[in-house]
C-alpha cells in the first residue's frame, strides 16, 4: 500500500491496540515526558539503562530506542550492549544521535553504535544527520541546526551511507531508505519551544516500528501522527503558551484519530 493518511491510520490502530513494549536508553531531562507520551500514544514504556539488565529487556521489548541526549560513558556502555541483544533477537533499534557533531564524546559514542550495532531507524535534526556522515552542519547544543545544502539530498546521502531508515525532522519532514522518500509537512513551531518533543518523536517511531514491518512506512506513519496531534494541541491551546501545549499535546497524543489523520496529514511520496 502506498504511504498515506489511511495507512497511517490503521498503524495508528495498531498500535493501540498491540499496546507495544518499548525499551528506551534516553536522556534524564526527558524521561517523564517521553514516558507520558509514550503511554497516550498507546505504547507501553520503559526506561531501564542499567548494564545488569539492559541486555534482557531489549530480548523482549518491541523496539529499543538509544537517546545520547545526556550521555555518559555508563550509558553509553548500556547502549551498546542492549543494542546487540536487540540486534540477536530481531528487535528494531532507533538512534537518536542528539547533539551529535558538537562534542567528540557524543560524535564517538554515535559511531561506536552505527559500527557495532544494525540500527533501523536514525531520527534528528539536519545538523545531526550532517555529522554522522561527515558532512558540515550548523548546530547549537542540543537544539535543532542547520545542514548546509538540500535537506532531501541529505537523507538520501545519509540512508545510503549508514545503510538505515533515515528521518530528518524540521519544518517538513524527510524519511528514506535511500531509494524511495517519503515527506511529512504536519507539526507546529511551538513543538521548538518544548524540551523533549524531539526526544519523544524518536520513542514515538520506535513505538510504530514494534508494530509494522515495513519501516519507512512505520517511521512515516509516526511523523504524521506526531505532528497532527501537535496541529491539534496547538489550536487548542493558541495564545497559551508551551506549558499549556505541553499538556495538551500529551492530551492530543491519546485522543488522535484515524479520521484526524485523514483530515490533516499530509504526505508526498515518490522514487528517486
Keep these: 500500500m502506498k504511504m498515506n493518511a489511511v495507512e497511517a491510520g490503521l498503524l495508528l490502530n495498531k498500535v493501540r491496540e498491540v499496546n507495544p513494549l518499548v525499551h528506551n536508553i534516553t ?3 526527558v524521561t ?4 507520558n507520551g509514550l503511554l497516550a500514544l498507546g505504547a507501553s514504556p520503559v526506561m531501564a539503562d542499567s548494564r545488569a539488565e539492559v541486555e534482557e529487556m531489549a530480548a523482549i521489548a518491541g523496539a529499543l530506542v538509544l537517546n545520547i541526549g545526556t550521555l555518559n560513558e555508563r550509558t553509553a556502555e548500556a547502549m ?4 546487540k541483544a536487540a540486534n540477536r533477537n530481531g528487535i528494531p533499534v532507533v538512534l537518536d544521535p542528539v547533539a551529535a557533531g558538537v562534542t ?10 552505527l559500527k557495532e550495532v544494525n540500527v533501523s531507524v536514525i531520527r534528528g535534526n539536519a545538523a545531526e544527520i550532517a555529522s554522522l556522515i561527515g558532512e558540515s552542519a550548523e548546530s547549537k547544543g542540543v537544539d535543532a541546526g542547520a545542514s548546509k545544502g538540500n535537506v532531501k539530498d541529505l537523507a538520501v546521502r545519509a540512508a545510503r551511507k549508514l545503510d538505515a531508515i533515515i528521518a530528518v525532522t524540521g519544518a517538513t519532514d524527510y524519511i528514506t531508505d535511500g531509494r524511495e522518500v517519503v515527506s511529512v509537512d504536519n507539526g507546529d513551531p511551538i513543538l521548538t519551544k518544548v524540551t523533549g518533543t524531539g526526544c519523544l518523536l524518536s520513542s514515538s517511531v520506535a513505538a510504530f516500528l514494534a508494530i509494522e514491518k515495513n519501516m519507512l512506512h512505520a517511521a512515516s506513519a509516526a511523523l504524521a501522527v506526531y505532528g497532527t496531534a501537535a496541529e491539534l ?3 487548542d491551546t493558541l495564545g497559551k503558551g508551551p506549558g499549556s501545549f505541553q499538556i495538551e499535546f500529551i492530551n492530543r ?3 488522535v484519530t484515524a479520521q484526524d489523520l485523514a483530515e490533516r496529514a499530509r504526505f508526498e511520496k515518490g522514487g528517486l
Excluded: D, E, P
Aim: charged share 10%.
Design 27 to 29: 536522556n534524564y531531562v
Design 32 to 35: 517523564n515526558f517521553t514516558a
Design 80 to 83: 551498546v550492549l542492549a543494542g
Design 104 to 113: 567528540k564524546l557524543r560524535s564517538l559514542t554515535a559511531q561506536r553504535i
Design 233 to 235: 494541541a496547538a489550536a
Design 253 to 255: 497524543l491519546s485522543t
